[in-house]
């Protein structure tokens, strides 16, 4: 039997891309905002999902850069040296460096990292298990029907 009370519950709506992104930036855009509950985002997020992408999308394009300049002529091509003798990294290493650190200044922000979402999952399902032990002790019907703070269903 259907569950009637959730399907009629409203459902949330995922925030929608500006229609100014590319292709990619769309396709990232997406993962990114799916990838959450729906409603987790609202329009005051929308211009730092969009340097997020715009971070995410650069982030890959210097680190295939870098993959291919060490393939074709090895790590010591990621730094060069000064006139001084000193040898110095590449900007681009530092670049990517700082990009790094305001994608994850960022990713904190949007509450996006993945160990908030590992965190969040587990409080839902303490929620669960802590219903489910409501439950029982309210219902002494139910008692025999839980296991290890799980619903399970016996068929007769």
Do not use: C
């Amino acid at each position: 039997m259907p569950n009637m009370y959730a399907e009629n519950q409203p459902r949330g709506q995922y925030l929608k891309p500006p229609e100014h992104l590319s292709i990619e930036e769309f396709t990232v855009f997406q993962q990114i905002v799916r990838s959450n509950l729906p409603d987790h985002f609202n329009e005051a997020h929308l211009h730092l999902l969009v340097r997020y992408v715009d971070l995410v999308l650069e982030l890959r394009r210097l680190g295939e850069w870098q993959s291919k300049i060490i393939a074709e002529q090895g790590v010591e091509a990621l730094f060069y040296e000064t006139d001084t003798g000193q040898k110095k990294e590449h900007p681009s290493w530092a670049r990517m460096q700082h990009m790094s650190s305001e994608m994850q200044a960022l990713a904190s922000t949007l509450k996006i990292l993945p160990d908030r979402v590992k965190a969040t999952e587990a409080r839902k399902a303490a929620v669960r298990r802590k219903r489910l032990d409501e439950m029982a002790e309210e219902n002494p019907d139910t008692k025999g029907l839980l296991y290890n703070g799980e619903a399970t269903r016996f068929d007769a």
